[in-house]
C-alpha cells in the first residue's frame, strides 16, 4: 500500500531521542482542545491509537524489558517477602505495633521514624497505609536498585543495550522523577547539555487525576499544563539536536470508580469473630484493584476462604487460571497472594493500602487491561515523517524494539514485543 511505503523512517545510531511518559495518560486525552502540541505531533508520527498496558502495576519493567508480567514476573508493586523486606527489622517489634492505634500523635511518630526504613535498603518503598505491624513481610521488586542500572530488572533491559552500544541516556522517570515542575527543569538542563537519550516522566496526569476523576475540569486543566511542557521540551530537543525523535507515551488508561468496596473490613470483621490474626494466620494485601490473600493456617483458609468467596462475589470476580494466562499475569503465590479476587472495572476497593479512610480516590487503574478506559496511548514523532501512520492497537512490550530499531542497535535477547518499524514493513 503506497500508505505505508511513503514512511521510510530516519533511523541511526546517533539518532536523539526524548520518551515522555505521561503516566496514565488515556488514549482519549489525546484532543486538539486540550493537548495541542502532542496532536500536531501526532500528525507526523507513527500513532498507536491504544496502548494495551501491562496488567498490574509494574509498566516500567515491560516498557524497559519488552515483556510482559508472565515473562519477566513482576507484577505488583508490593509482594510479600519477609527476607527481602527493606521493613524486616520490625519484625520483633510486631506484637508492640500491633497494639499501637492506628491513628493520633504516637501514630504519627511511629509513622515518620518507619517511613525513613525503605531509603536503608532501597530506591523506592514507601510505606503507604501498609499497617506497621504488616511490614516486615512485604517487600517491593521494581525499585530494589535503580531501575536503569545493570542488573536491576530481572531480564535484559534497553538501558543494557544502551550499555552495550555505547549509546548515552539520562534517566528522569520514576522514582527519579518525583513532581513535574522539578523534573522539567531538571530535564531541560540535561537537554542542554547534550546527551542523546533522554527518559522523562510526568506524574500529575496519574496524581491528580485520581483525586479528581477522569471527566472532572481538572483533569482537563492537568492534560493542558502537560501539554504545554511537552512543547517547550520539543523546542530545547529541536534546538540542541538536528532531527530527533519524540516519543509520547500514555502508559496506561484510568477510570471514573463510581462504587466502593471495603475488602478490609469484611475481611477482619470475620476474622476476628473466629479469633484470626492479620499477618500470623493470614494476610491480605489491597491494592486498590486488588485483593490478595494468604493462609498461614489451615483454620484460616477453611474459614476465611468460603467466606470471601461468598462475599466478595458480585464487585469482581477471583482470579483463575485462564484468565491469568489470558492477561499475562505471572504465577508466583508466595509473592502475589494464594488466592486475587480483582474488582470489576469502576469498582475500587476502599480504604486500601495506599488511601485512608479520609483519602478517596475518584480515578483508579490496574484494572482489566483489555478494557478500553484502560488503554495509554503512543507516537513516535520525527519531522521526517510525511503524515500520520495510525495503528489501532499495540501493546506497551513493543515500544522497547521499536526504541532499539530508531537506533539500529539490537533489541533486548529476551525481550517478546515485536517493534512496530516490522509491523508496518509487514503491511
Ligand atoms: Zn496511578
Request: aromatic letters at 12%; charged letters at 25%; glycine letters at 6%.
Amino acid at each position: 500500500m503506497d500508505n505505508y511505503k511513503l514512511f521510510e523512517p530516519s533511523i541511526g545510531k546517533s539518532k536523539a531521542i526524548l520518551v515522555i511518559l505521561l503516566d496514565a495518560f488515556r488514549w482519549d486525552y489525546l484532543t486538539l482542545e486540550d493537548s495541542p502540541t502532542i496532536f500536531a505531533l501526532s500528525q507526523k508520527s507513527l500513532y498507536i491509537k491504544k496502548l494495551v498496558s501491562s496488567s498490574g502495576f509494574t509498566q516500567r519493567t515491560a516498557l524497559f524489558t519488552g515483556t510482559l508480567p508472565d515473562k519477566n514476573g513482576f507484577y505488583t508493586m508490593y509482594i510479600r517477602d519477609p527476607q527481602t523486606s527493606p521493613y524486616k527489622i520490625l519484625r520483633p517489634f510486631t506484637w508492640i505495633l500491633r497494639s499501637l492505634p492506628s491513628s493520633g500523635l504516637l501514630f504519627r511518630i511511629v509513622r515518620k521514624f518507619i517511613n525513613q526504613l525503605p531509603k536503608l535498603t532501597t530506591e523506592w518503598a514507601p510505606p503507604g497505609r501498609i499497617p506497621s505491624e504488616l511490614l516486615s513481610q512485604i517487600s517491593v521488586i521494581e525499585d530494589r536498585k535503580p531501575i536503569q542500572d545493570k542488573g536491576s530488572l530481572p531480564l535484559e533491559s534497553i538501558f543494557d543495550c544502551f550499555r552495550e552500544a555505547h549509546i548515552p541516556f539520562s534517566y528522569y522517570m520514576a522514582p527519579v522523577s518525583g513532581e513535574d515542575e522539578p523534573t522539567m527543569q531538571n530535564v531541560l538542563a540535561e537537554i542542554k547539555k547534550g546527551g542523546q537519550i533522554f527518559f522523562v516522566q510526568f506524574s500529575d496526569t496519574d496524581g491528580l487525576v485520581h483525586q479528581s476523576g477522569v471527566s472532572s475540569q481538572k483533569r482537563h486543566e492537568v492534560v493542558q499544563r502537560v501539554d504545554a511542557r511537552i512543547s517547550e521540551l520539543k523546542q530545547a530537543m529541536e534546538k540542541q539536536f538536528h532531527d530527533p525523535w519524540i516519543v509520547i507515551l500514555g502508559d496506561h488508561g484510568m477510570v471514573d470508580v463510581t462504587d466502593y468496596v471495603d475488602v478490609w473490613n469484611i475481611t477482619e470483621s470475620e476474622a476476628k469473630k473466629h479469633g484470626l490474626i492479620q499477618g500470623k494466620d493470614y494476610l491480605f494485601f489491597l491494592d486498590s484493584t486488588l485483593a490478595r490473600f494468604w493462609f498461614f493456617t489451615e483454620k484460616a483458609q477453611s474459614l476465611l476462604e468460603p467466606y470471601l468467596r461468598l462475599h466478595l462475589s458480585s464487585q469482581g470476580e477471583w482470579i483463575e487460571e485462564s484468565y491469568r494466562q489470558s492477561r499475562h499475569i505471572p504465577y508466583h503465590p508466595a509473592w502475589y497472594g494464594d488466592l486475587i479476587w480483582k474488582t470489576h472495572c469502576g469498582i475500587g476497593i476502599f480504604p486500601d493500602f495506599f488511601h485512608g479512610p479520609n483519602d478517596r480516590y475518584r480515578g483508579m487503574h490496574g484494572y482489566d487491561c483489555q478494557e478500553d478506559s484502560q488503554k495509554g496511548m503512543l507516537l513516535f514523532s520525527h519531522k521526517s515523517l510525511p503524515k500520520q501512520l495510525c495503528i489501532e492497537s499495540g501493546g506497551i512490550e513493543q515500544i522497547c524494539a521499536t526504541l532499539c530499531d530508531l537506533l539500529t542497535i539490537p533489541p533486548p535477547k529476551t525481550s517478546t514485543g515485536k517493534s512496530f518499524l516490522k509491523n508496518l514493513h509487514e503491511k
